[in-house]
């Protein structure tokens, strides 16, 4: 049999047989199969973090508020397709979609708005950026600071993970090689400087939306991570001093035993990377924490409200599997960004889910099912595989650029595809229980005007700022990059003197240049 493919009933016999130190034993020890923490929501609830953003600052400001007042316990920003790729709101290549899929974030000026009267060392923040996250995390720095807020007690997650952007996503901006030196200047600076900051968040999620398996996910997930790990000691960092900031951040998709089996994989197989293969001697090293997403592939604009069914089982295999924190779509998101209404619905789904399942009053309730331990190994072993085809290519980085990786995700969605097509895979209100005429729904809408305003500001701003000051800044970042001196303290300043997200990306565009993606057939 598959071993992709479940059983139609487990028993004793297919537990798999597990070493002394690969055995359960308890949640908080090695190799934290069962969670990494002692008491897990017994002791704290993960955090239920919202994300959001959309057209400008202050309106993106008023949904964070909203959510606070709603209950919410962290921030998580969305930007817009501009600010991801580093052109600011006035470029041509911005045209069209300023503040369209999340916030549009020019200067510094844009940030203060977007974190107006939040206290920035009292919340966590989540900011989901790569190509240009080392300026949105300077940009957040900056304003801490002038706010008064303490940096050093400053929390959350930049995404800050370059490689996923490759196989996935699409929203990087410079060849491979010098985006990792950008990931590891942040890891080295935010070391020092932002010590509670976690510096990346490896992230599986976006492979996932792209088709991949559940297997391929932790592999491809924990292959980039070995990537970034490597490549932070082989510019000189200590392991046990960059490690335990790591993050990850997963996606909770619709096969519920599924999907529990594969967050507990995943922890187990990184405890064993970081002892093992890295030699980390921290206990914190060892430990994968991630944040998890609900599946926004798994929307269906059919039925919308049959949304709010499927990101409720998405969630409760997300706490069974043991995460950190945790974001729940919106029921209306296959259609457009979420309205308060749905964004509310969905964070209530994490509230009943905490308070009236009990699900968090038992420690790891899941463990010894026949059925979970078996596809926990299962997925391990099929992890594994990948590893070994990963290794005969030259590792993550050779994989990527040869396309590899690539394809057998797409390979993967092709498959599914077919089967949905075919009706061998069922999507209720889409192929099955189907009904004619949806009524619509209301959703957000974006204010078309918002686009000229922000175009407006920037210019603006570069009208009153003081030019010589900014130029100079802006040179400074290029002889960093030119010298391989870290690039945060050359951007930090640059934020402070008002040069733009566009402008540091375009200067650093000058030295590395830009990527173009291999096409594979």
């Known amino acids: 049999m598959d071993k992709s493919t479940p059983k139609s009933l487990y028993t004793p016999e297919d537990l798999f047989t597990f070493s002394p130190e690969r055995d359960l034993g308890f949640p908080g020890e090695f190799p934290f199969t069962r969670g990494i923490q002692p008491t897990m929501y017994r002791g704290r609830l993960w955090t239920m973090r919202q994300y959001a953003g959309m057209g ?25 397709l501009p600010t991801q790729i580093g052109y600011d709101s006035d470029s041509p290549m911005s045209l069209g979609e300023v503040g369209k899929v999340g916030v549009a974030i020019d200067s510094i000026e844009d940030m203060e708005r977007l974190f107006a009267d939040i206290p920035l060392d009292r ?5 989901t950026i790569n190509a240009t996250a080392s300026i949105l995390l300077a940009l957040y ?8 807020a303490s940096v050093k007690k400053l929390s959350g997650t930049i995404q800050n993970d370059i490689l996923k952007e490759y196989i996935a996503r699409g929203t990087y901006i410079y060849p491979v090689r010098h985006a990792m030196r950008i990931v590891t200047d942040v890891f080295a600076w935010a070391g020092e400087n932002v010590p509670e900051w976690n510096t990346i968040s490896i992230s599986g999620y976006h492979m996932r939306e792209a088709g991949s398996t559940a297997a391929q996910e932790v592999a491809f997930t924990l292959a980039n991570g070995v990537t970034y790990v490597q490549a932070a000691i082989d ?21 519920f035993l599924e999907e529990i089996a594969k967050f507990r994989a995943a922890r187990r197989i990184w405890a064993g990377i970081m002892r093992d293969k890295f030699g980390a001697t921290n206990p914190r090293s060892w430990m994968l924490r991630f944040h998890t997403q609900t599946a926004g592939s798994t929307l269906t604009a059919q039925q919308p409200e049959n949304n709010i069914v499927r990101t409720a089982i998405q969630a409760l295999s997300a706490v069974l599997g043991g995460t950190q924190s945790l974001h729940t779509n919106g029921y209306d998101e296959a259609l457009a ?14 509230q009943i889910i905490a308070c009236e399942s009990g699900v968090a009053n038992t420690i790891d309730p899941v463990a010894g099912s026949y059925a979970i331990e078996s596809m926990t190994s299962s997925i391990e072993q099929q992890v594994q595989t990948y590893f070994d085809r990963i290794e005969k290519l030259g590792g993550m980085l050779h994989a990527i650029e040869r396309g590899w990786v690539q394809q057998e995700i797409q390979n993967a969605a092709y498959e599914y595809q077919r089967a949905v097509d075919a009706g061998e895979a069922t999507v209720v209100g889409v192929n099955r229980f189907t009904r004619e005429n949806d009524p619509p729904i209301p959703t957000l809408q974006i204010d078309e005007a918002l686009e000229s305003r922000q175009v407006e500001r920037v210019r603006a701003l570069r009208a009153r700022r003081d030019r ?14 030119r010298t391989g001196a870290n690039l945060m303290p050359a951007i930090l300043e640059a934020v402070e003197n008002y040069a733009t997200v566009g402008e540091i990306a375009s200067t650093l565009r000058e030295v590395f240049g830009e990527y173009r993606e291999t096409v594979t057939l």
């Open 235 to 255: 510019a000189g960092l200590d392991v046990d001093r960059f490690a335990p900031r790591l993050s990850f951040f997963f996606n909770a998709h619709s096969n």
């Open 141 to 148: 720095v900056a304003v801490a600071r002038r706010t008064g």
């Open 56 to 80: 400008d600052a202050e309106e993106s400001n008023h949904r964070y508020k909203f959510l606070l007042a709603q209950g919410t316990k962290g921030l998580s920003v969305a930007f817009d």
């Open 123 to 127: 919340i966590s923040t989540s900011m």
């Open 468 to 481: 010589q000051l900014c130029q100079q800044s802006l040179n400074r970042i290029r002889d960093h990059a």
């Open 337 to 350: 960004l979420p309205t308060e209404e749905s964004a509310r619905i969905a964070l209530r789904t994490q």
